[in-house]
Structures are given as C-alpha cells and as structure tokens.
C-alpha cells in the first residue's frame, strides 16, 4: 500500500518537474539553423524534415517556401495548417517537431587563457563573467578593465565597455551584460 502511494507521489514530482520545461518549449521561437520535422496526420507524403535557411524559411510541399522564423511551433503550426486548408486540404492535422536546436554563441578573444567560440545557455542569459570563466579566466597580464562586447545589430556595429572590478569587487551586477548570439568579448593585454 505505501509503495503505491510512493510511486504516485514520485510520479507527481515527474509531472512538476518537467513542466517548466514544456513551458520554455512552447515559448521558443524556432531559428535560422533549427531542424524541424513537419508532418500531416494521414499525409505521408507531405512530412518534411528541414533546416531553416537564412531568412528562416523552410521548402514544403504543396506550397513551396514558407517563412517559419520567429514563430513559435504553435504559431508555425497554424501558419502551415492555413495554407494548406487554403488550397489543397481539408482540415489538415499539422504537427511540428524541433530535431535540432541552432547553438547560440559567443566568442571569447585575447588575454583569456582558453579563447575561443562558446555556447550560450539554453534555458537562461548567459552574463560576460561567465563567457569568461568558460574561457578559462583571465591570462596574467590582461587588462581586465578594458573587457568590451563587441555586438552586431543588422548593420550597425556597438562596443560595449565592461568595468571587471566593479562587477567583481564593487558587487555591481547590473555591469555584468547579458549576452546576443554572435557578440564577441575582447580582453586586451594590460601594458603596465
């Protein structure tokens, strides 16, 4: 008898745990680079397994090019179901599948001890400290107050300048920047 009640109460733990995690995914706005597994209920020869492009669109049958970058799968779904409904079927049961994420990254260059490319978290924001403590941490000799984010937005280029100290001695987290895919974080060499 306790084993049963064990077992339900472990299976409700399951239930708990895992369901921010089906929240974070229905909030994901699918990327250029995902994978995506789209099929039609009944319609086999309609499933497609496809990789946004650069401008997020993926080739589906029926009706060819299809912009799915930026929606959620939910959002994905409907915007498939409409069009096929417009044309071509009655109905249709459409369902989406997310097989590969994009790895979002960052790049980590000069005084650090491991410099290099890195991946940003999944499920939160990933600060400037950390890109650098996955770099290894500061080499001797590097000139952590002149840390800066470079970050590129469409065509306009932004350095961000990041006082190190402050973060780490001051306790100013507000400075420790949140990371965009693609921002570059330089650590020159310190010349004194």
Do not use: W
Not at 117 to 135: P, Q, S, W
Request: net charge negative; hydrophobic share 40%.
């Amino acid at each position: 008898m306790h084993t049963k009640k064990g077992l339900y109460l472990l299976i409700l733990l399951l239930i708990l745990t895992i369901s921010p995690v089906s929240i974070y995914c229905e909030e994901y706005k699918i990327e250029t680079g995902d994978v995506v597994v789209v099929t039609v209920y009944e319609q086999p020869d309609l499933s497609t397994k496809a990789r946004l492009d650069s401008t997020g669109e993926i080739t589906f049958p029926l009706i060819g090019n299809v912009q799915i970058g930026g929606l959620s799968v939910n959002e994905a779904m409907k915007k498939i179901t409409s069009l096929l409904e417009k044309d071509y079927l009655v109905s249709p049961q459409v369902s989406i599948f997310i097989e590969e994420y994009h790895p979002k990254k960052v790049f980590v260059m000069g005084f650090v001890n491991k410099p290099g490319e890195y991946e940003l978290f999944k499920n939160r924001d990933t600060t400037v400290i950390e890109a650098i403590t996955m770099a290894g941490g500061f080499k001797d000799g590097a000139a952590q107050n002149g840390t800066k984010i470079i970050r590129k937005e469409g065509v306009a280029q932004t350095t961000i300048p990041v006082k190190i100290t402050d973060i780490m001695q001051k306790g100013r987290q507000e400075e420790n920047i949140a990371l965009k895919p693609g921002d570059v974080i330089f650590v020159p060499e310190s010349f004194f």
